[in-house]
C-alpha cells in the first residue's frame, strides 16, 4: 500500500504543478502581442495540458481509487476529500476550456483575470484536502 500511496503523492504534486502553472502561463499569453509569442504560448500549453497535467490527474485519481476501494478506507474526511477533488477536476477542465479559447485567439479575459485564477481556486483546495488526508479531522 505505501508504494501506491507514495505514486498517488508523487502524480498529485505533478498535477497540481500544471494545475499552478497553466494559469500563469495564460497571464503572459493574455499580455502577448508579437504574433511568434503567442504561437508559442499555444504549444507550451497544449503540451502541458495533455502532455503532463491530464495523465498526471488519471493516474492520481486511479491510485487514490485503488487506496480507497483496496484498502478499504472510510470516513467523513474521505467524503469532504472526494467532494472537493471533484472541484479540482471542474478546475482542470475549465482551464482546458480556456486552453482551447486562447488556441483559437478567442480569449475574453485580461491578465488580471488569470492571476486570480493561478491562485484563488487552488490553493485553499490544496491545503483543505492535505489537512483531510493527514489530520483526519472527522
Ligand atoms: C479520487 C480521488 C482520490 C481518492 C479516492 C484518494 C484516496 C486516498 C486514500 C484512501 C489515501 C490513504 C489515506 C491514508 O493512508 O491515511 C490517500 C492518501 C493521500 N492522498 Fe488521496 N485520494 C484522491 C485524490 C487526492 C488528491 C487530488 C490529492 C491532492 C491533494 C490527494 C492527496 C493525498 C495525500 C497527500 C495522501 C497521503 C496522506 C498520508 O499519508 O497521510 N489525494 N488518498
Not at 495523465?55 to 492520481?60: A, S
Not at 467523513?76 to 482551447?100: E, N, R, S, T
Amino acid at each position: 500500500m505505501l508504494w501506491i500511496k507514495s505514486f498517488h503523492i508523487i502524480f498529485m504534486v505533478a498535477w497540481f504543478a500544471g494545475l499552478f502553472y497553466l494559469p500563469r502561463l495564460f497571464v503572459y499569453h493574455a499580455m502577448a502581442e508579437d504574433r511568434v509569442s503567442i504561437e508559442r504560448f499555444k504549444i507550451m500549453e497544449r503540451k502541458l495540458f495533455f502532455g503532463i497535467m491530464t495523465p498526471c490527474m488519471l493516474i492520481t485519481l486511479a491510485l487514490g481509487t485503488w487506496l480507497w476501494l483496496g484498502y478499504g478506507f472510510s470516513g467523513g474526511w474521505l467524503h469532504a476529500k472526494l467532494a472537493l477533488v471533484v472541484v479540482l477536476i471542474a478546475q482542470h477542465f475549465y482551464l482546458g476550456k480556456l486552453m482551447v479559447d486562447f488556441k483559437h485567439d478567442r480569449n475574453k479575459h485580461g491578465h488580471v483575470f488569470y492571476r486570480w485564477l493561478n491562485e484563488i481556486p487552488t490553493l485553499p483546495v490544496l491545503v483543505a484536502i492535505i489537512v483531510l488526508v493527514v489530520v483526519k479531522p472527522f
